[in-house]
T-cell receptor
């Protein structure tokens, strides 16, 4: 399967614990995005990378959240001191980046479902 | 008021019916309009992409954009049970936008 993959698919943790999620984008894609989706809502943008550089962060991304893409390939999203309000689906997407005359289509992974007890 | 409004449904129609899904938006800077389909416990997948106003057709799917009314639609002809999913509209001001603004999604069920 050459699509976007995410690990783990499900994570249950206790409030106050730290969690880390991994995303492996489509191999030739330069851009990588993180979104959060709660029940009955559309995905909300968190942050994105162009290669290894983190270019934009949403105000939703509090200082308990940190994302990295150390070699411009896979990315990790860490949440420190989890709260019950962090319970959501965390989606990763990747894209080629802007190219002349073409749209920059994002391809989504299956998501990591986080439950904070 | 949200930038993008979408009726959450659920919408239930018999197999073979024509389905109409809609979104309204408030930001006149939006130029790129998308429809995503999301099956339960899966990530969204891009169905249709439209730039500015007009229609675009792809098989059983037709996307319409009316920028003057800030209103977009997705029509599904000859609906099938496999079309049962949540449909998310999404839009952006730039073709290579760092973020897309999504609607909340409409849950669609096609009855056999």
């Amino acid at each position: 399967d050459t699509g976007v993959s995410q690990d783990p698919r499900h994570k249950i943790t206790k409030r106050g614990q730290n969690v880390t999620f991994r995303c492996d984008p489509i191999s030739e894609h330069n851009r990588l995005y993180w979104y959060r989706q709660t029940l009955g809502q559309g995905p909300e943008f968190l942050t994105y990378f162009q290669n290894e550089a983190q270019l934009e962060k949403s105000r939703l991304l509090s200082d308990r959240f940190s994302a990295e893409r150390p070699k411009g390939s896979f990315s990790t999203l860490e949440i420190q001191r989890t709260e019950q309000g962090d319970s959501a689906m965390y989606l990763c997407a990747s894209s080629l980046g802007p190219t002349s005359g073409s749209t920059d289509t994002q391809y989504f992974g299956p998501g990591t479902r986080l439950t904070v007890l | 008021q949200k930038e993008v409004e979408q009726d959450p449904g659920p919408l239930s129609v018999p197999e073979g019916a024509i389905v109409s899904l809609n979104c309204t938006y408030s930001n006149s800077a939006f130029q790129y309009f998308m429809w995503y389909r999301q099956y339960s416990r899966k990530g969204p997948e891009l169905l249709m992409y439209t730039y500015s106003s007009g229609n675009k057709e792809d098989g059983r799917f037709t996307a319409q954009v009316d920028k003057s009314s800030k209103y977009i639609s997705l029509f599904i002809r000859d609906s099938q049970p496999s079309d049962s999913a949540t449909y998310l509209c999404a839009m952006s001001a730039y073709s290579s936008a760092s973020k897309i603004i999504f609607g909340s999604g409409t849950r669609l069920s096609i009855r056999p």
